[in-house]
């Protein structure tokens, strides 16, 4: 499955490649993103692009140039059409190509609020405006829709760019979506009353989000149309349970499902359900580190940014003449899968080894000269440095093997980190929140972490152990856990909140944590700041609330007792688990949808009749995709899950993102997740 999900992401651009012959060629970030992982620019450069410029309004095509190619992950609207504008009045361009990854059925509903027809209209409308911009109006445009769907970061795990900012509801949005939908509706309804997540429909959803969601829907109709496949949806969460609809009812995807040979099914699941899992630093995988303490690839959501000066002959004082490494790796580069896959799916003790032996391997083909200390079992940062240093300058070993190095560099880099020490002291501080969580006669979690708020806050800032955003991610990791169980009192969030309050106010704004910046704004005002962590704890109030629906998965939690300390049960791992369960417990909080007659009776008949309901393993192919990003630990919880029963079902993960704990922060604090921006 996993060679096969890769195939479908080459297809398209071996589709694009057939364009590019001759032409400057313009991306947007998230298209770039996913060439990134599909080839990179090498590809359009053996493609024969002449050129390869970002997606801005400041960029333009040579005075000699006459063919242009737009690549696109947006609807062809408002500011992706009035880049394109820009750059075309700023070229001398006979011959354009724009592709856009999002199907002419949506740039249907964005423009006239349904999807009837097949949209190509827009797309030939589309072709006047850019004839026009080229000012003239015998020249040539084309209008492609190609599918960006997403890459594949290892065979367990594939990740969609073009989908990064798909936001999660939470319920301090209903309010807002129920007052928005009133507005719009005007005196053309009776008013409607929204009291909580469940009663949120597509309809009663803001235009802006009414697109995202589907843009996000073809964007997955597109995959399991390259896949040649039929899918069963199911949802665990409010989002996804909308999106889980739209997709089952999808037009354009009605004739694919009857012509499909293959079938599979795909689980959509809210991030929101189990913040605890992304945000915790407890974490044994190597990729979860390097995620979290190396920085991500300029307007990349999920590579990294790797210094490999020290394998090359620079000096130290230019460290930037390199260009810098990454995770991603070619097609043919089939050793870089698989060790990415093991730094995924294995402990950190085991992918320390892995590397360290296929760094000793390469070495020996290369000649190089090996020097082998230490145990075999106990491989350590110094030792892997020690191996890559042998590579320095030797071009041709260097080529060679360049994935290799390029992952061991940000294993070393991400293990050797000035910020390892802070990562494992927040680990050990949510162990302990965890294991007085179920001790009645220990403080609050909050008053915990007020406690050691105020301990911090009285020292120098260079000798802080947490700052800020470590603040707000323990919050946010006790509130996913226990909800308001995480204070005895309204009076603790309150003191608290003033604490912070406080605390911010006493920082230069240069000074404070980057998300913290986002979250106050540029007024740093007493009352500004109270109203941001009002805002804050109203977040986090409804976080704890984000799984009274559950039945099943509604604990995350279990307290412990003599013989068993307490335990974070990863809501992904349930799912797989009940799943996949041989004894088929009835799975009341995987809510299907039907796409079709057959799927409805054989649900309906269910009722009344010895036939079973649909379950996701009914099919050969099983993804659990999360909406709002995913970390290595959970997809190797998942795929230990799947390992534990044997099935003959092949589990495959998805998600708009490669997940690191600040990614979270931002999406509760920050994003405007009703897409009014």
Known sequence: MASTVHSCFNASWEKICTKVNKATVFMDNASAEC??????????????????????????????????????????????AEIIRDIIRAS??????????????????????SAEGDGRDIFDQFEERVLEWMGNMNFTVEVLHVPLVGTD??????????????PTLLPSDVKQIELLYNVRQGGKGERKNIDALADIEFVHLPKQLQVKIKTFVSTMNDLFEQLGMREDCYSVGHTSQIIATELANYIPARSRRKMAQRKASIVFVDRTLDFAAGMGHQSESVIDRIVSLLPRLSSHTNDVSVNMAAICTVTESAPHAVAPGCLAHSAADTESSVLLNSMITSKQKEALMD???????????????LNLTGRPSRVSAEQLEAHVKLFKGNHNAIQNHSGLLQIAMATIQATKHKHCGKLDTLASTE?????????????????????ILSKEIEKAVNERSFDLE????????????????????????????????????????????DIIQKLVGENKTESAVTKSFEHVFRELRGIGHIRDDLKLFRETFQSGGYTAPATHKPILKQI???????????????????????????????????????????HPLLIIYVIGGVTASEVKGIKDAAAMYQSDTQVVVGSTRLLKSTDILESVFCQDRLMLD
């Open 431 to 451: 162990k302990l929140l965890l294991q007085n969580m179920g001790d009645e006669d220990c403080p609050s979690a909050v008053s915990q972490i007020h406690q």
């Open 576 to 618: 797989v688990t009940a799943i996949l369960n041989p004894a088929k417990p009835e799975l009341v909080d995987v809510e299907h949808k039907s796409s079709g007659l057959k799927d409805l009776l054989k649900s309906g008949f269910g009722l009344f009749m010895n036939v079973s309901k649909p379950r996701p393993n009914d």
């Open 470 to 513: 470590d603040i707000l991610s323990l919050l946010v990791f006790v509130y996913s856990l226990i909800g308001e169980n995480a204070s005895h009192n309204s009076q603790e969030e309150a003191a608290l909140e003033s604490t912070l309050t406080r605390a911010v106010l006493a920082e230069n704004m240069e000074d404070l944590p």
């Open 355 to 369: 590397i360290n032996r296929r760094l000793v391997e390469a070495a020996s083909k290369e000649g190089l000269p």
């Open 92 to 113: 001398q361009l006979q011959y354009v190509i724009i592709i856009t990854s999002v199907s002419p059925h949506v740039h249907t509903f964005s423009k006239h609020g």
């Open 35 to 80: 060439l990134h992982w599909n080839g990179g620019l090498l590809r359009m450069i053996d493609a024969g692009a002449v050129d390869v410029k970002e997606l801005s309004s400041f960029e333009c095509a040579s005075a000699s140039q006459k063919k242009a190619v737009f690549i696109v992950s947006g609807i062809l609207e408002e500011l992706t």
């Open 153 to 166: 970061i290892s065979p367990s795990l594939f990740v969609t760019p073009v989908l990064s900012d798909m």
